[in-house]
């Protein structure tokens, strides 16, 4: 069964270093999304991507935060300069639309813990 | 913009024991409305959704839920439940395209 798949699993990073957080989505899957989730609190939605660029993001996404397909299975997001408050899971969703009866794909979920 | 109630944050069953967890939402035009499952260091998995139809949803492992629309309700169940159904699990709400998320609710279940 086609999956979403993250790496790492697990980042530990120091505050004001920047760091990459990796997913791969489902090969046939046109929108792309980023979650996160602090501990103890709702799963925020941050971003989507469709054909190269943003369709929508949150008031989350500040200019710390960039979404990057670099090649044709990547799909990654930065964060320039993390805060202790960016310590959180974060997971990568796929979709073969937006729009219409379809449903996300996610993956396992990369935990930042920022220090 | 939607907003995504669970009102259990933790839930503690012994096996055989039935469940229910709620899940309420804000916004009412159309919706299309998830639970899903997070197993310890696993994805979240999607357990049942609703798009249209019987409001009566019957998902995978022996979950179903019910879509009550005059309550914006998508009240999670499950008749008899097992130690290994203990997880974390997600209401969301699609609204105009965008998935929104519920709190969650840990379940624990004792063997």
């Known amino acids: 069964e086609p999956e979403v798949t993250q790496t790492p699993s697990h980042q530990v990073t120091q505050m004001g270093q920047e760091v990459i957080l990796r997913c791969v989505p489902i090969s046939n899957h046109l929108y792309f999304y980023w979650y996160r989730q602090i501990l103890g609190q709702k799963v925020e939605f941050l971003v989507s991507f469709y054909n190269n660029e943003i369709s929508e993001k949150s008031e989350i996404f500040d200019d710390q935060f960039s979404v990057e397909r670099p090649d044709g299975s990547n799909f990654t997001l930065k964060i320039r300069s993390t805060k202790l408050e960016d310590s959180a899971m974060y997971f990568c969703a796929s979709s073969e639309r937006v729009s219409g009866n379809t449903e996300a794909f996610f993956g396992q979920g990369t935990r930042l813990t920022v220090v | 913009a939607q907003s995504v109630s669970q009102h259990n944050h933790h839930v503690i069953l012994s096996e055989a024991a039935s469940l229910e967890l709620g899940c309420n939402y804000s916004y009412g035009g159309t919706v299309n409305l998830f639970w899903y499952v997070q197993y310890p260091g696993q994805h979240l998995q999607l357990l049942l959704k609703?798009?249209?139809?019987?409001?009566l949803v019957k998902g995978i492992k022996g979950f179903e839920a019910e879509f009550i629309k005059s309550k914006f309700s998508f009240n999670l169940r499950k008749p008899s439940v097992q130690w290994s159904d203990t997880a974390e699990y997600f209401c969301a709400v699609k609204t105009l395209g965008r998935l929104y998320f519920g709190r969650g609710t840990q379940l624990t279940v004792w063997p």
């Open positions: 609703y798009f249209s139809g019987d409001p």
